[in-house]
């Protein structure tokens, strides 16, 4: 029985766009971080970043899936510690090494920041916007060019704590996984 040429255009449009979806990309990331607070009287805090992401989800020049992160940010009565995790999307252009990448992260921060009696010393709910760009240097290593962030607590005074970081690092695409 002949395919009619709608059907036959439906299937190489399913094959195309879904064949992809075979593998799964996986990357593990660690960066250093430079945050600023926007906080009164706190200067810039350094950290890392460090992480996984797997892209199982797979289109043309596109990969999508979960990202699982810790911040490590700061020290002392200044810091921000969080554990955050959400969708990654990132675009595989195949013409040139970079690869830009965006998520949207929800998850919880312990947060340490003022002095005396404006102390605030509270684990609360996190969320965090992230944008960067990768650049494949070898076959399995790429270098983190630049990431930036947007971290909020919404349960906190927005003027306490309101990290802006700046990140760059390396990340391990694990071919097996």
């Not at 810039?44 to 992401?53: D, E």
């Not at 797997?54 to 020049?61: E, S, V």
């Amino acid at each position: 029985m002949p395919y009619s040429p709608a059907r036959l255009a439906v299937i190489l449009a399913c094959l195309f766009f879904f064949s992809f979806g075979a593998y799964a990309q996986t990357g593990i990331y660690a960066t250093a971080s430079a945050s600023n607070f926007n906080t009164p009287n706190v200067d810039w805090q350094y950290g890392s970043t460090f992480g996984l992401y797997d892209d199982f989800l797979h289109a043309p020049f596109v990969g999508a899936g979960l990202d699982a992160r810790a911040q490590l940010l700061g020290s002392g009565t200044s810091k921000v510690y969080s554990g955050l995790a959400g969708p990654h999307i990132q675009i595989h252009p195949h013409v040139i090494p970079l690869m830009p990448y965006f998520e949207g992260l929800v998850g919880a921060g312990q947060v340490n920041v003022g002095q005396g009696s404006a102390t605030v010393d509270q684990t609360a709910f996190a969320y965090e916007g992230v944008a960067g760009i990768d650049w494949t240097i070898l076959p399995r290593f790429d270098w983190r060019v630049v990431e930036f962030s947007y971290e909020g607590f919404p349960n906190l005074n927005a003027s306490m704590v309101s990290p802006r970081t700046l990140s760059t690092g390396i990340v391990f695409r694990v071919p097996f996984l």
